[in-house]
């Protein structure tokens, strides 16, 4: 293995072909294109580059221009238009509205899915009997499509043939017809719930990893020294998974951001505008009112906004420096 | 003379032959030519894009193995939710793709997309494939208002959809709840005619029948309701602008008195009819338990157990109210043509020839009566001669008085609102409903509306947006008369 390796570098540096070939021999004296370490590094990279840029920083650049000019359903006006759409986002409530209330909802979501995904990580860090096969179903909302687990939740709250009526009427001892899809007190909290069952097992995969690899000898020794069990998660477990609770959060912020599948399916944003996240907010305008600059803007105000909050957040754990 | 003769024989062969072309010609029905100059196309391949569900069966179950077996043009059914039919014609025009050969449209929002240039103009096709004479045997309502944007022909009014008013016979007409209700109300337990009839009557079927029973029941879900309270806000006298300013007057006092009506309805309806879509309606009247509904045509049909023995229909609960269902015009008499379809082609299309020409053979007077009498489609009746056909009347007991409600309605209907973006405007429509719904103050629902539609207004620009209503209020059918 060791030769192999060694033997890698050499062709990577080139110094096999040198040692290979006499300092007189024709081979010497035509370098091969890969003869510099440094063409090589490039002629690799290359490819990667051109795709990267190719689906990133184009559609980047589409976005910035279409932003300033004013292409909508009826006309694909190109010229440049300035910053008109953009002083029409400052004033436009709905899109405020919507990313605050998105902002709200992951505010509320993330710690939940947070911590629940946490104490089910605790419940299942030690070896029980038949865990993986626990662990295996609990993870099953993760591998549905949001769209399905959308729907799926829509029929649990149907409100005549819905379970969740049914089961909350068994417990009143009467029939039960909560609008869960149509009030505004119980809209949100049905948009919760699905959420946090769809995705609390990603925070409760990830924190179990992290917990299960928190150093055995360091929690024995805290024990022997008689350490709370709040001393020993606050100084021991929660600085060793913090990284991962990190990460966990940052992905599942980030989605929470751009939530859309499941608060479509189950409400389309309603009652009125009262569940429409921004994504939401930003497909109606782009795709069914065809305000393509107008959405463009929108959108580039979304992702200045997600990238700050990346960066702020990145700048505060390890996996930035 | 000798060189006259056989210029002569030939000049008469020739005008035999010229005879019989044009002897063909005439004799040949509009499907027929349709066929005989598709044959050209045999092996190509076209895309339909359809309204998802039991509308799509329409092709996959009937037309395309047909069209096919006549042309050899192979039809690909792709169906699309009804409220995204508009937004994937516009994507797939935007993106400069062919996706779609022949799109269904639905007709309110032609004007958008004909403009948009998503649509192809239809003029030269019809001309040329002498299609305008059958065109002009669509019920007039339907081809006066479906048919054309500016003057020019952009589809083909395919399905002649109005809201009808079903109601249980059975309880209208048991003599107990006759006197019953004239002694309550002071007039005969009959089809409604106004909506404060339509509330009375149904709050006394549900003060007696139920919950085995209720007055009435609909599909209020904002997508599918949105028309009837178009229909609801004019029968009170609403008029959806002010033609001199174009600022809208949807938060009149005809607005608030529509809305609060439609609350008021509620009262007599089974709790969370507010959340009853198409289907959930469907099923409690074939189950009976509702004795009024006004929706579109195809559930009168099943609820006379029309199609029952239909594997596409497996799903449909058997109808309980089999001969026990009455049909006439829902309160005010002038019912809103809700929706509606109409075939166009689309302006991406790669093979507009063979598109075009199974547009004219599904839409001909032939075809046509055989798709409208499918017992798996939605597709309403919309040429006279589908209202009149002897076979249509005899379907099952009823269906006379079934076609002559619809016939009715199709002379009466009144047409949904049709303007530049209609879409957005319906789409606030849709929320103020929604909101109806969740409780919050009319008034201000109105008033949102409002100002979400003057927004709208100005952006797409007071002139061009006045032109567009000002057009479609002078329509016979965009008011009503009473």
Redesign the interface.
């Given at each position: 293995m060791l030769i192999r390796r060694s033997r890698a570098d050499e062709a990577i540096s080139g110094t096999a072909d040198a040692s290979r070939h006499p300092p007189d021999s024709p081979a010497r004296a035509r370098p091969t294109i890969f003869a510099s370490d440094r063409v090589f590094k490039y002629a690799v990279i290359t490819p990667a580059i051109f795709f990267i840029l190719l689906i990133g920083l184009y559609p980047f650049i589409k976005l910035l221009l279409t932003s300033v000019q004013n292409i909508t359903m009826f006309q694909d006006d190109t010229s440049y238009h300035g910053f008109i759409h953009f002083e029409r986002l400052f004033s436009d409530l709905r899109f405020w509205s919507s990313l605050a209330r998105t902002f709200a909802f992951t505010a509320v979501a993330l710690p939940v899915q947070l911590i629940l995904g946490f104490l089910l990580a605790l419940l299942f860090v030690n070896r029980m009997p038949i865990r993986q096969v626990f662990v295996a179903v609990l993870l099953l909302p993760v591998v549905i499509s949001p769209i399905v687990a959308g729907a799926t939740w829509r029929l649990m709250f149907e409100h005549r043939f819905g379970p969740i009526n049914q089961i909350i009427g068994w417990f009143v001892g009467e029939e039960v017809r909560l609008l869960w899809t149509s009030d505004p007190i119980l809209v949100w909290p049905a948009i919760l719930i699905a959420e946090v069952w769809q995705w609390t097992p990603f925070m409760f995969l990830l924190l179990l990893a992290a917990l299960s690899n928190v150093g055995r000898e360091q929690l024995e020794a805290a024990e022997l020294d008689g350490a709370s069990w709040w001393m020993t998660f606050r100084w021991i477990v929660l600085p060793a998974i913090m990284p991962v609770v990190a990460i966990a959060l940052l992905i599942r912020g980030l989605d929470l951001v751009r939530i859309f599948d499941i608060i479509w399916t189950m409400t389309r944003g309603g009652p009125g505008t009262m569940t429409e996240s921004v994504s939401i907010y930003a497909y109606h305008m782009a795709f069914r009112e065809f305000e393509i600059s107008y959405s463009a803007a929108m959108a580039l105000v979304i992702i200045v906004l997600l990238t700050v909050l990346v960066v702020a957040a990145l700048s505060r754990v390890e996996i930035s420096r | 003379m000798r060189r006259m003769l056989p210029s002569t024989a030939t000049g008469a062969l020739l005008s035999v032959c010229l005879l019989a072309t044009t002897s063909t010609a005439w004799s040949q029905s509009a499907a027929e030519r349709a066929v005989e100059a598709a044959q050209e196309y045999s092996g190509t391949e076209i895309t339909v894009l359809y309204e998802a569900g039991l509308q799509a069966l329409d092709a996959s179950n009937f037309a395309a193995e047909r069209w096919e077996e006549l042309t050899g043009i192979r039809v690909n059914v792709v169906e699309s939710p009804v409220d995204e039919i508009?937004?994937r014609i516009?994507?797939a025009h935007?993106a400069g793709t062919a996706s779609f050969d022949v799109v269904n449209v639905i007709p309110n929002q032609m004007p958008?997309l004909a403009?948009?240039g998503a649509l192809e103009p239809l003029d030269d096709y019809v001309e040329r494939y002498d299609y305008a004479q059958e065109l002009e045997l669509i019920a007039p309502v339907y081809r006066d208002n479906w048919m054309r944007v500016e003057g020019t022909i952009y589809g083909f009014p395919d399905d002649g959809d109005v809201l009808v008013l079903y109601y249980r016979k059975d309880i209208f007409e048991d003599p107990e709840n006759q006197e019953a209700f004239r002694e309550q109300h002071g007039y005969d337990l009959a089809p409604p005619t106004t909506w404060e009839e339509y509330r009375e009557i149904g709050q006394f079927i549900t003060d007696k029948y139920a919950p085995e029973v209720y007055g009435a029941a609909g599909h209020f879900q904002?997508g599918n309701f949105q028309y009837l309270v178009q229909q609801r806000f004019r029968d009170e006298g609403g008029r959806f602008f002010d033609p001199e300013t174009m600022r809208a007057t949807i938060n009149s006092e005809a607005g608030v008195r529509a809305f609060e009506g439609i609350r008021a309805d509620l009262e007599m309806m089974p709790?969370?009819v507010?959340?009853w879509g198409f289907v959930e309606n469907l099923n409690a009247l074939l189950a009976g338990d509702v004795a009024m509904s006004i929706t579109w045509p195809p559930v009168g049909r099943w609820a006379a157990g029309y199609g029952a023995e239909t594997d596409a229909l497996d799903w449909l609960p058997e109808s309980q109210v089999s001969g026990r269902i009455g049909y006439a015009l829902p309160p005010n008499g002038q019912p809103e043509l809700a929706v509606g379809w109409a075939l166009s082609l689309a302006s991406t299309s790669e093979n507009k020839e063979a598109a075009y020409l199974f547009m004219q053979w599904m839409n001909s007077e032939e075809v046509s009566l055989e798709r409208v009498q499918l017992p798996f489609t939605l597709r309403g009746p919309f040429r006279e001669s589908h209202y009149q056909d002897e076979g249509f009347r005899n379907l099952w007991p009823d269906a006379g008085d079934y076609l002559d409600t619809l016939w009715e309605g199709a002379q009466s209907g009144i047409l949904d609102l049709s303007i530049i973006?209609i879409?957005?405007y319906e789409?606030a429509l849709?929320?103020?409903i929604?909101?109806l719904?969740?409780?919050?103050d009319i008034q201000e629902?109105l008033d949102d509306t409002a100002e979400q539609w003057d927004a709208l207004t100005d952006r797409i620009g007071v002139d061009a947006q006045r032109r567009a209503y000002e057009d479609w209020a002078s329509k016979p059918n965009a008011y009503p008369t009473q």
């Open positions: - | 508009f937004t516009m994507q935007r958008d403009m948009s904002p709790t969370g507010e959340q973006q879409d957005r789409e849709r929320q103020a929604s909101r719904w969740a409780g919050d629902i």
